[in-house]
């Protein structure tokens, strides 16, 4: 026997399981937010997405840093979307400028646009259990607020996305030129000016080598170190093995792809997928370093110590001790910033090497400062020992706010 429908009840004239139409927003329009827009176009139906983005273009991280130097540790031909491999990298490792292109391309091939609201900020979401929808408080460029809702949010802002200021008396105090690395302006010109870097973590690795090429004075403030691996891209892995036209296994800024090399990856798909295929294999087969007690960590450990050492010299106990850490990979970030010469473009550890040896010649003079810095001043920086440095330029490489909780 049928029960009587409750009045406050009615049914609808539809199919059953009949799918809604939903609506979709992205926080972010960086690698995250385009593969979203790409995967969405392809696997679902009757949905609408929209990306926001407080950047007047897309990239993410790689458009907002542009500071000299600038890269990725990963392989090139890893550090690409799987399914749309990219022959038209210069070399092993890839600048930012080049991958902000990649996802520019990548974006107006599949008219990703359409998805994308760009210089829209993201200022809170409130969930709507009554209604399950997400409601969003948003911020245009001009100030304007409106807000918007969605059956689904995603947080796509990513962990480079808000960074972190050095946490120094007095900063504001300071009337030279002030600069994070994530905040780079194109016009700051260091050749021939006294240069302060504060941080020797990923950026820091990155820029110091830069700038020391046509600064007068460098002084890195540097209070812990990191572990700085050797070039996965000496590893003899090449497009056309055995061949006079395939470049040799070389560092970073070193190892360029030659015409004919290029060439391959663009015509011979089979070939192309081998080459990339071996390149992250190689770099997949690294992880055993962050296994504390395993026979790689070990060894590795021992590797990267040596190679520290050699390259900051004997008689500098006091840069042994700041630059080798005393924790294990995968506890810090693991840089696998490349060293090369002196000359042209001397990395990292060559411009410690040069403060810790002066009779080594390079185009800045090097100071490592391990004191703490105890406040600002108006014309640099005064640490700890009471000293008084003076800087026309204060970059701080302090990196990010990475405890991955939405922004």
């Given at each position: 026997?049928?029960?009587?429908?409750?009045?406050?009840h009615?049914?609808?004239?539809?199919?059953?399981s009949?799918?809604?139409?939903?609506?979709i927003?992205h926080?972010?329009?960086?690698a995250?937010?385009?593969?979203?827009?790409y995967?969405?176009r392809?696997m679902?139906?009757?949905?609408?997405?929209?990306?926001?983005d407080?950047?007047?273009e897309?990239?993410?991280?790689?458009?907002?840093?542009?500071?000299?130097?600038v890269?990725c540790?990963v392989?090139?031909?890893?550090?690409?979307?799987?399914?749309?491999?990219?022959?038209?990298?210069d070399?092993?490792?890839?600048?930012?400028d080049q991958?902000?292109?990649?996802?520019l391309d990548?974006?107006?091939?599949?008219d990703l646009?359409?998805h994308?609201?760009?210089?829209?900020?993201v200022?809170?979401?409130?969930?709507?259990?009554?209604?399950?929808q997400?409601?969003?408080?948003?911020?245009?460029?001009?100030?304007?607020?409106?807000?918007?809702r969605?059956?689904?949010?995603?947080?796509?802002?990513?962990?480079?996305?808000r960074?972190?200021?050095?946490?120094?008396d007095?900063i504001?105090?300071?009337?030279?030129t002030?600069?994070h690395?994530?905040n780079?302006?194109?016009t700051i010109?260091?050749?021939g000016?006294?240069?302060?870097?504060?941080?020797?973590?990923?950026?820091g690795?990155?820029i110091?080598?830069?700038?020391v090429?046509?600064?007068?004075?460098?002084t890195?403030?540097?209070r812990?170190?990191?572990?700085?691996?050797?070039?996965?891209g000496?590893?003899?892995?090449?497009?056309?093995p055995d061949?006079?036209?395939?470049?040799?296994?070389?560092?970073a800024?070193?190892?360029?792809?030659?015409n004919?090399?290029?060439?391959?990856?663009?015509?011979?798909?089979e070939?192309?997928?081998?080459?990339?295929?071996?390149v992250?294999?190689a770099?997949?087969?690294?992880f055993p370093?962050?296994?504390?007690?395993?026979?790689?960590?070990?060894?590795?450990?021992?590797?990267?110590?040596?190679?520290i050492?050699?390259?900051?010299?004997?008689?500098r106990?006091d840069?042994?001790?700041?630059?080798?850490?005393?924790?294990?990979?995968g506890?810090?970030k693991?840089s696998?910033?490349r060293?090369?010469k002196?000359?042209?473009?001397?990395?990292?550890?060559?411009?410690?090497?040069?403060?810790?040896?002066?009779t080594?010649?390079?185009?800045?003079?090097v100071?490592?400062?391990s004191k703490?810095?105890v406040r600002?001043?108006?014309?640099?920086?005064?640490?700890?020992?009471?000293?008084?440095r003076e800087f026309?330029i204060?970059?701080?490489?302090t990196?990010f706010?990475?405890?991955?909780?939405p922004?």
């Amino acid at each position: 026997m049928l029960s009587k429908m409750p009045e406050e009840h009615t049914i609808k004239s539809q199919f059953h399981s009949e799918q809604k139409k939903i609506r979709i927003i992205h926080v972010g329009a960086g690698a995250a937010g385009l593969i979203t827009a790409y995967k969405a176009r392809r696997m679902l139906k009757n949905y609408e997405l929209t990306c926001y983005d407080k950047n007047p273009e897309i990239g993410g991280t790689w458009f907002e840093n542009t500071y000299p130097g600038v890269g990725c540790d990963v392989p090139s031909h890893s550090y690409t979307f799987t399914f749309e491999a990219n022959a038209e990298w210069d070399g092993y490792y890839a600048n930012g400028d080049q991958i902000q292109k990649y996802f520019l391309d990548f974006c107006e091939k599949y008219d990703l646009r359409k998805h994308i609201r760009l210089e829209t900020t993201v200022i809170g979401a409130t969930w709507l259990d009554d209604q399950g929808q997400w409601e969003l408080e948003l911020r245009s460029q001009d100030g304007t607020m409106f807000s918007d809702r969605c059956h689904v949010l995603i947080s796509g802002s990513g962990p480079l996305n808000r960074s972190t200021w050095p946490n120094i008396d007095a900063i504001h105090d300071y009337k030279g030129t002030l600069v994070h690395t994530a905040n780079w302006k194109p016009t700051i010109d260091w050749h021939g000016k006294h240069v302060a870097v504060i941080g020797s973590g990923a950026s820091g690795v990155q820029i110091v080598p830069r700038l020391v090429n046509g600064a007068k004075s460098l002084t890195l403030f540097s209070r812990s170190g990191q572990w700085i691996t050797p070039p996965a891209g000496m590893q003899d892995i090449r497009v056309i093995p055995d061949s006079e036209h395939s470049a040799h296994p070389a560092p970073a800024g070193k190892h360029f792809y030659t015409n004919e090399e290029k060439e391959v990856m663009r015509t011979d798909p089979e070939r192309f997928l081998k080459y990339r295929k071996g390149v992250d294999s190689a770099m997949q087969a690294s992880f055993p370093i962050f296994i504390r007690e395993s026979a790689f960590h070990d060894w590795a450990i021992a590797m990267m110590t040596d190679m520290i050492k050699q390259r900051i010299g004997a008689g500098r106990p006091d840069l042994e001790e700041l630059f080798i850490p005393s924790f294990s990979p995968g506890l810090g970030k693991v840089s696998s910033k490349r060293l090369l010469k002196i000359v042209e473009l001397p990395p990292f550890y060559t411009c410690i090497a040069v403060a810790a040896r002066p009779t080594l010649t390079a185009s800045a003079d090097v100071e490592c400062v391990s004191k703490k810095i105890v406040r600002f001043t108006s014309r640099g920086i005064k640490t700890a020992d009471d000293k008084e440095r003076e800087f026309d330029i204060v970059v701080c490489a302090t990196g990010f706010d990475v405890a991955f909780a939405p922004h």
